[in-house]
């Protein structure tokens, strides 16, 4: 891929720090524009399309999944990368990337299996999405996982422990050093966070569980509600909302690249390596405009991620990997032949991680129905 337009604190992939593993470059395609490919024909990619954002996805078909929720995130990170002269593809991967970890029944599923796995090393979906990366995908012959450039790597391990920081080599070094990622997994971090705040709102009304009414009392709603409902009296709720929720991204996403080049040129990096060693994230939001996130995230944490409907559907997603958990642990040979044979032999915390790794890389249909099977 062509460097011309990259600004100098981009990732430049002439300058990365590579793969792995060595392979040949392509004669058609940049090194991030390939690990981009490499995601999408990934299994564990096509998965997404059945694991839960916020409802699991039998509910109904036009929620968001991890699967359109990562679209949406590449979306975001894309336009602010091309406003900011950084690296589109590195972004593009990350984005798509970045929840491939990411067990069945969203985080109510995650909080499950790392309280199955408390006396075995825990669970942390973003970890594990590094390690189907580096480890679980099986396409090439070659080598293992997909070995994907350092810096997609880097930008896929939003955070971690010092512990696990020290298991995974050069990926892991920015924790124990408490130095920063490259300015696009920054961000990228920052534009998951933007996409679900809004996505949410949409899927939340949909599902009957928010309000226009209630989402109102929300001032950085109420504030866009106000203009549009000015500006279009008689626009029916499906319109309005969309009207609303495609505003206030405007917004943010304004807010974002304007913040970001305002830090940049207070900072003057003039390398990706410059960025790195920097005491805090260059990629964020004004303090005004974060603190509206901020309080749009609190509100729909109370309103709709603490509703007692998505309690109730929480209390049953996570008694079905509690369940599978226990019942792999007692037999292994219950799992597919692949994994089984992984575990075969082992005890304790080894052959917990292989069924973690099993139970995380279900979707939410095939877990209900390994549920259904092995317990009833």
């Given at each position: 891929m062509?460097?011309?337009?990259?600004?100098?604190?981009?990732?430049?992939?002439?300058?990365?720090r590579?793969?792995?593993?060595?392979?040949?470059?392509?004669?058609?395609?940049?090194?991030?524009?390939r690990?981009?490919?490499?995601?999408?024909?990934?299994?564990?990619?096509?998965?997404?399309?059945?694991k839960?954002?916020?409802?699991v996805?039998?509910?109904?078909d036009?929620?968001?999944?991890?699967?359109?929720?990562?679209l949406?995130?590449?979306?975001?990170?894309?336009?602010?990368a091309?406003?900011?002269?950084?690296?589109e593809?590195?972004?593009?991967?990350?984005?798509?990337?970045h929840?491939l970890?990411?067990?069945?029944?969203g985080?109510?599923?995650?909080?499950?299996?790392?309280?199955?796995m408390?006396?075995?090393?825990?669970?942390?979906?973003?970890?594990q999405?590094?390690?189907?990366l580096?480890?679980?995908?099986?396409?090439?012959?070659?080598?293992?996982?997909?070995?994907?450039?350092?810096?997609?790597?880097?930008?896929?391990?939003?955070?971690?422990s010092?512990?696990?920081?020290?298991?995974?080599?050069?990926?892991?070094?920015?924790?124990?050093?408490?130095?920063q990622?490259?300015?696009?997994?920054?961000?990228?971090?920052?534009?998951?966070?933007?996409?679900?705040?809004?996505?949410?709102?949409?899927?939340?009304?949909?599902?009957?569980?928010?309000?226009?009414?209630?989402?109102?009392?929300?001032?950085?709603?109420?504030?866009?509600?106000?203009e549009?409902?000015?500006?279009?009296?008689?626009l029916?709720?499906?319109?309005?909302?969309?009207?609303?929720?495609?505003?206030?991204?405007?917004?943010?996403?304004?807010?974002?690249?304007?913040?970001?080049?305002?830090?940049?040129?207070?900072?003057?990096p003039?390398?990706?390596d410059?960025?790195?060693?920097?005491?805090?994230?260059?990629?964020?939001?004004?303090d005004?405009m974060h603190?509206?996130?901020?309080s749009?995230?609190?509100?729909?944490?109370?309103?709709?991620?603490?509703?007692?409907?998505?309690?109730a559907?929480?209390?049953?997603?996570?008694?079905?990997?509690?369940?599978?958990?226990?019942?792999?642990?007692?037999d292994?040979?219950?799992?597919?032949?692949?994994?089984?044979?992984?575990?075969?032999?082992?005890?304790?915390?080894?052959?917990?991680?292989?069924?973690?790794?099993?139970?995380?890389?279900?979707?939410?249909?095939?877990?209900?129905a390994?549920?259904?099977?092995?317990?009833?």
């Open positions: 062509s460097t011309a337009g990259l600004a100098p604190y981009a990732a430049d992939e002439a300058l990365s590579g793969r792995k593993y060595d392979e040949p470059a392509s004669a058609y395609r940049g090194e991030y524009q690990d981009r490919d490499r995601i999408i024909h990934s299994t564990s990619f096509r998965r997404l399309a059945y839960t954002q916020v409802f996805n039998h509910e109904g036009l929620y968001r999944t991890r699967l359109t929720h990562s949406e995130v590449s979306q975001v990170g894309r336009t602010v091309v406003a900011l002269n950084l690296n593809p590195l972004t593009e991967a990350i984005s798509l990337a929840d970890g990411h067990t069945p029944f985080h109510a599923g995650q909080d499950a299996l790392n309280a199955c408390r006396d075995f090393g825990g669970f942390e979906h973003n970890l999405s590094l390690r189907v580096d480890e679980i995908e099986d396409k090439y012959a070659d080598f293992p996982g997909l070995n994907l450039m350092f810096e997609t790597r880097e930008g896929i391990l939003k955070h971690c010092a512990r696990n920081a020290r298991k995974l080599g050069d990926v892991g070094e920015r924790f124990l050093r408490r130095t990622a490259g300015l696009e997994a920054q961000l990228v971090n920052v534009a998951d966070a933007i996409a679900y705040n809004n996505h949410d709102i949409d899927d939340g009304c949909r599902a009957g569980l928010l309000s226009i009414e209630q989402l109102r009392e929300q001032p950085f709603f109420g504030k866009h509600y106000d549009v409902h000015r500006r279009y009296p008689k029916e709720d499906r319109r309005l909302l969309y009207e609303i929720i495609r505003r206030m991204l405007g917004v943010v996403i304004a807010d974002l690249i304007g913040e970001t080049r305002r830090r940049l040129v207070a900072a003057a003039g390398s990706i410059e960025v790195r060693a920097g005491s805090e994230p260059l990629v964020s939001m004004s005004e603190e509206q996130h901020v749009l995230k609190q509100f729909l944490h109370q309103h709709l991620y603490r509703h007692e409907k998505k309690l559907m929480t209390r049953e997603v996570q008694a079905i990997v509690q369940d599978l958990f226990a019942a792999y642990m007692n292994v040979d219950q799992m597919s032949p692949q994994f089984a044979a992984a575990a075969n032999g082992l005890n304790g915390a080894p052959q917990a991680r292989v069924v973690a790794d099993y139970i995380a890389g279900m979707t939410d249909r095939f877990a209900i390994a549920h259904r099977n092995l317990v009833g």
